[in-house]
Structure formats: C-alpha cells, structure tokens
C-alpha cells in the first residue's frame, strides 16, 4: 500500500496562512547567513514562493522547483523575474554548476529519494556553493507538541517520515561536500489558549502535513480529545492551554573550490 502523501494542490491557497500564525524569524536569519550574497540559489520545493520571495530581496537570482501545480501558481503571482518550474527534487532541471545555493526548507522530508536529490545537488551547485536543509528532527525526542499529545500516531509518523540530521549529514559527506554541519536554525515555543485556538480554526486540518495525512476519522478524534479535555478544564474554572515546544535544524555542507 502506498504512503499517504500531502495533496498540495488541495491546499495552496491556504498554505501561507501558517506564516501569518507562526514566527520563522529564525528560519528566516538562517536562510539570509546561507544564501544572502550569493547569485544563483534554487529552493526546491519552493511552494508559494515564500522564502524566494525573501531570497531575492538580498539580490539574489532566485530559482523554484515545486511537484504542485497549485503552489506554483501562487508562486508566479509573488515572483517576477525568478525561474519556476514543475519538477522532483531527484532530477534538478538544471546545468551542471549552475546554481551558487541549494536549500529545502520544511521540504525535505516530502522528497522520494534523499539521497539522490543530495547528488543532485552536488551536480548543479558551483565550486564554493552551499546546500542546506531545514527541517524538524524528531527522533531527537527534545520537542513535544499537542498535536503529538492529542492525535495518535503523529509523533511516531513524524519520526519516520524526517530524516534525522545524522543522516542528512552522512549525505552529504557520501556525495563529497565538505564542512557538513547541523545547528539549531529556530526554537518555536509557546502556548495558547485552547478554546479560541479551535474556535479560529487554527488547528484545521489542512494547516500542517501532520493533521492533514491524517485520515478524517483519526483527525475527528484527536479534536475531540482536545475539546474533552478543554470542557473538563472550563468545569474546574480555568482554561486548556495547548502547548508548542519545537526545534528546527539547519543542515548545510559545502562544495569544494
């Protein structure tokens, strides 16, 4: 039987809902260290053009790679003046040495094939160029999560589906890059009130990959456990806080001049 896979298209128009509701501040300083200064730099995949979006603000030549139709769509109404295209991160539809920069932010764990983008990468990438990752590593066991607590099976999915920064490292040494290193890229911590949370709509289905490989019936439930625990909480006189306590890790190696 297949994997269930996120159904991007479904849910391009609403995907940058989560940049309104979350703070990447710290993804964001990361990607300016990596790329900012450099010509060329390909995001793959790249969606609604987002970070791109923020890439040639630093005056860079921004490229993106993205499966969905959808996402690509929202990205040519951001980009004017980039390169996108419809593709997989395991055939780069580009030149040898072509590009400065190579990133995948909270996109690495959707490729097919890893190992095979991380060649890629070090076919396209000049001599000086840069790759990197970013992404969560949950088998590190440091983050929890009350989509973790609440919705059965997540974290151990989350655990399978990510690579973890020992891996993606090896990879990159495999394939020859050098200086191959992991660091912390942003810690998203807090917690809201639970009952307006809901209410909002900010835990709908479709507002990370984690709910939305979900099937409808374990969706329905994981929300009713949170809604139970919210009404037990308003009979004792106090509100249910959801919290949030996740790390996302950058890691990056180099091609040799």
């Known amino acids: 039987m297949a994997e ?14 989560r940049y309104v509701r979350n703070d990447y501040s710290g993804v964001e300083e990361t990607l300016s260290g990596l790329v900012r200064g450099r010509d060329r730099v390909l995001e793959v995949g790249c969606g609604t ?8 603000g630093w005056g860079c030549t921004v ?11 929202v990205a040519r109404g951001r980009i ?20 400065d920069a190579v990133v995948a932010v909270n996109a690495f764990h959707h490729f097919d094939d890893p190992e095979r983008f991380v060649g890629e990468a070090m076919r396209v990438l000049r001599p000086g160029g840069v790759v990197a990752t970013i992404g969560l590593d949950p088998g590190q066991g440091a983050d929890s999560w ?24 090896g990879w990159f040494k495999a394939a020859g890059f050098e200086q191959a290193s992991s660091s912390l890229a942003q810690h998203i911590e807090g917690a809201v009130d639970a009952r307006p949370y809901l209410e909002r709509g900010d ?6 990959s984690q709910l939305v490989l979900l099937s409808d ?9 949170i809604w139970s625990d919210v009404r037990s909480a308003e009979d004792q006189g106090r509100s249910l806080s ?5 790390r996302l890790y950058v890691t990056s190696g180099s091609v040799g001049s």
């Open 4 to 17: 269930p896979r996120v159904e991007y298209d479904e849910i391009a128009k609403v995907y940058d809902q």
């Open 242 to 246: 959801l919290r949030v306590d996740l």
């Open 80 to 99: 004017e003046g980039g390169w996108l295209a419809r593709g997989c991160a395991e055939a780069l539809p580009f030149e040898t040495r072509s590009c």
């Open 63 to 73: 490229l993106g790679l993205d499966p969905s139709i959808q996402m690509l769509g």
């Open 49 to 56: 053009g987002r970070w791109l979006d923020r890439i040639r």
């Open 146 to 169: 009350y989509i973790y607590e609440y919705f059965t099976g997540v974290r151990e999915s989350d655990c399978e589906r990510y690579p973890s920064c020992d891996s993606i490292r």
């Open 217 to 225: 019936e374990a969706y329905a439930k994981g929300l009713e456990r």
């Open 203 to 208: 835990a709908a289905k479709h507002t990370t």
